[in-house]
């Protein structure tokens, strides 16, 4: 790929994309200005990356989808200099959908999802991207409750809406003239009377909605707006030092929180994007060797299938991990950097406030001199804001308050009292989405209450301990699971862990662990489960105080995740509540 | 200094900063917030780099300053985390500066220049740093269309304001207690209260005014803003790729555009900032060589003065100039590139209406099969606007549009018809200050009028040809004196050339050449100018339409220029009348 990504025409590896796609001569590369904006005042636009890049990489490679019947291969030109994703703006204009309406896409990552992430924009229509594995009546209560106009759909998920009255546009993801996508496009090229970018209007309004990304068990619709999607772009750009030379492969799907914003950053910062269907490790491996991949974003779970992935070697070129979900094991941590990956660990509420990252850990020049588990746990905390966030605060919980007016106090900086993370500014959402009530609830304060609960460290960086509702009451001490769960993964067989709380007569509640172990060391402990348990709460008592050693510890298959890799601990309750 | 950077200190090389300068513990970062901001906004300022910088890099040198009596080395703590910035906003505060109210500094790039471009915003004041190259009377007329109500000045400068009425605090520029500049701000500390940055208010507006910038001439102030100021910053440091590994060199002087807003592209990124009193290339030759200097700015006079240094080779690291004021030449990025400094060709309007680079040549993978010469016209191009400004169009000028309602309209991309550069977004100035008329001519048909004379190239890159005023209209014809001297430095022995119009019977104009001659070269031609002359106008000839070639050549032993190194026409003008 890498001497077509500098190939200097449409056409790559004999893929041809439709005549609709192939842009007219000197087309410009402006939305229409709205009357009345003040010369020094542009609102910010993440769609705007997009034309930038086409005006000045045209013929980079932009999207690249490789690995299907039939591969599609498209330039920043074919993009978006005048056709794919202007083309589906006007196609939306055309289906009658007007600025703030609605519209919902369900795919896996395909060029279909990455056009609509910016194509959405263009029609000035708020995209909901709904995520794959729900089940068809979480489908229909997304559809009902944001209040889709249309939906675009991957041939593959067609069982998720059937019945629906709702118009839907279907996409066999091959890129020929005959999948009623690339139709629906071409109608779209058509109905522009080749006016270009210029025949659609830019949003005035910089804090107009951009994207409605449902929680995980989709009962809330968090609203973005293009400010924020801007900034946020713009700093997870920064962070990874993506440029002109970067590639990023698509394995976080892009319905999970607007992709963390990664499809502007990666048009703000001009990057070839590869798209793939689904988390397929030896694929992902055949890119990191092969497609000069440098970026990529996963939860720890993700990572760990990366490194422990047979075909797992250093690659020619220097790739740079976003981590985030939770945070990383020194374990993984080693395992990334023996490979020449350096994890960059960002921690954001991905479905329940921002967009994605929102912090980063911020290595500091001094811990090169420290040990890999010693440095890792420094690296495990959340850290310092984005540059375009607002800010972010530990705060006293409301029942623990010392205010008697319901200010805010931060806790001390002492890296021991905890306290809730709040943040605020532009990279936190807009409002949930028709609810009011649970927005208001959200904004206490005047910050977003994110529910999770950590320390602040002297040095201003801020330490996760748990979720509100995962914390473990031992004994009347707050036990804290992620703690648990980093000090229990250090132990050399264990390949993943999860720690929840159980019911113990004496104590009130105890942790539970449940592992997977790694392949090369399951065998050691078949039929010996105990033998096991034993082992790792010895390992425990010299890492732990005793109210956080677990009490029960169980070795099973796989842990329960979501679709994004995120471990779901709720289920793991449901299994402790039966014991 | 390399070690020095990594220390975990306050005291650097023996320099102990003031007492008033040492931080507190636990010193919160955080500007009081406004009331009523919504939970998803926050004002951009550039301010907040500044406390973001302390916040994740306290030990980390920010300002370092040591070719002088007594050298000064800062840390972020010092520097900001509470102090010196601090110390400088409740000093104004307590001066009786309200906020919009305007102060003057006249320095050269020193310590007290860096503060208070930092400080100014966190008393909320608009700063005017003043060209030192001024006259008296030039100064004088500046104080008083500025209003400003005090005057930070270096003791250098003091004949500058001799018997001013407005307040002033002088710097002896030496970081000790005894200084007035160092007990202006240890008042400061004092009037604080240790309330910290707390105790001073957010702006709530991120449109307000930020700096004042009086053009060359002084003659007009130009207006910026918190939003355009960030915006700008932030392009600047990731067009270069600044990072917290980075060192940045003063060059520019800060006072000219506010140093094309590299001071906060410097506290985004994290940098160490290196400040010099005076344009010394051996001193420049030495930071590059033994301080890990990896950024720079200059005018393309500045970096000639650079790569011909007796001092100059291949540094250690890599070098990163951004090049404003003029396209270099092809002589000048072969120099450049021979010891391994990469050129960034950045325009903006220095001082006349933007805040510093606006556009950028953005180099294609195409050109690196190109010979120096061929590859050096591409890299003159002014090419596309950074991503955070807001268009720019190369427009027929009002006299020559096709449009009979003066709307602006675009001339085509042919690389030939000539038309103005305008712009518009957030990195244009707010205003002309107090000059509503110019504004309003400035900012006709919605855009900014830059005055500068361009083509637009098929690519949608722009080349500038000349300022209105420097175009020699030669035999009916126009001939862009940009495009001649660029051709003219072609000639191995020249070190730099300047062309103007001259008048001519027969054509109406001619041009005639200024030159200076490269030092190696200068004896070969002494005695013989003509001949000189002759070879010169057969080098031109090959390259250029005849109505283009200098019909006059003049060796001279320098060029008169501003104190940013532009040269100034207007002086050669000046010459040629009297001719």
Redesign the interface.
Known sequence: MTSAT?S?STTFNGFEPTPESIPPP?N???LK?PSN?P????P?NPLE?LL?AA????NKLAVVHPDVKTPAFYTYSVWSRAQRVQNLGYALVKAGLKPGDRIAVIAPNVPMMADVLQGALAARVILTAINTRLTPQEVTYILEHSGSKLILIDSEYLRLIEGTRIPFVVSNDTGNSGDPYERFLSEGRQFSGEKGWSGLEMEADE?APAMLCYTSNGSKGVLT?LR?TYLAA?ANA?EG?M??NSTYLWILPMFHAAGWTFPWANT?SFTTQITMRSVDYPLIWKHFLHSRVTHYCGAPTVQIGIVNDPAAKHPPQQIRAYIAGAAPTAHLIGSLEKIGIEPIHVYGLTEAGTYGPFTRN?P???WSSLSLEERSKLIARQG??F?T???MRVVYRAEESPDPNGELV?VP?DGKTMGEIVT???I???EYFDDVEATKKA?RG???GSGDLAVMH???SASILDRSKDIIISGGENASSLAIEQELASHPHILEVSVVAREHKKWGERPMAFVTLHPQHASKWKGRHGDFARDLKAHAKERLPGFACPEWVEIVPELPKTSTGKILKAQLRKVVAKL
Chains 1, 2 share one sequence.
Do not use: W
């Not at 005006?55 to 045209?58: A, K």
């Open positions: 500098r200097n000197y410009e590369l402006r200005l904006l010369v020094n005042y542009h910010l990356f930038r005006l000045i990489y045209p804090n707006t924020g713009l920064f030092q440029n002109a703000f911020y500091q020049e001094s310092h804001p540059v966030a607002g800010g931060d900086k605020r500014g532009n936190v959402m807009k904004f005047g910050y977003f002297p040095d201003g």
